[in-house]
């Protein structure tokens, strides 16, 4: 069994900053790719950011220069720095990662997601 749990999310003011944390556990053999991605009840989940397993970083238009996706490998653990904050980042987060586990089977893995809440 592999599972994804996300920390880090909360109440924050505009312009304040979050630190959201994923960390994957289980029987993994080796993790590729991961994400992070944000969604609202009734829209479709919309890709935040993206690491590849050797640290290359993509964002969306919409918080690249504000939000940083990092990764630490020895901890199964990606984070996604959130600077200057705005009301429209008000979303729950969900970490998605493509997992190999010990018998070597590829499966992409979501976590329960953490809130997100950007209000003054």
């Known amino acids: 069994q592999v599972h994804l749990v996300e920390s880090g999310g909360g109440l924050v003011q505009p312009g304040g900053s979050l630190r959201l944390s994923c960390t994957a556990t289980?029987?993994?053999?080796?993790?590729?790719?991961m994400s992070w991605h944000r969604q609202v009840p009734g829209i479709p989940r919309e890709l935040v950011a993206t690491?590849?397993?050797?640290?290359?970083?993509d964002y969306n238009d919409d918080v690249r220069g504000r939000f940083t996706i990092s990764r630490d490998n020895a901890e199964n653990t990606i984070h996604l720095q959130m600077n200057n904050l705005k009301s429209e980042d008000t979303d729950r987060y969900y970490c998605n990662g493509f997992i190999t586990n010990t018998i070597n089977h590829v499966t992409d893995f979501w976590g329960p997601g953490t809130e997100v809440t950007v209000s003054s």
């Open positions: 289980g029987s993994i053999r080796t993790i590729g790719d």
């Open positions: 690491i590849t397993s050797s640290g290359t970083a």
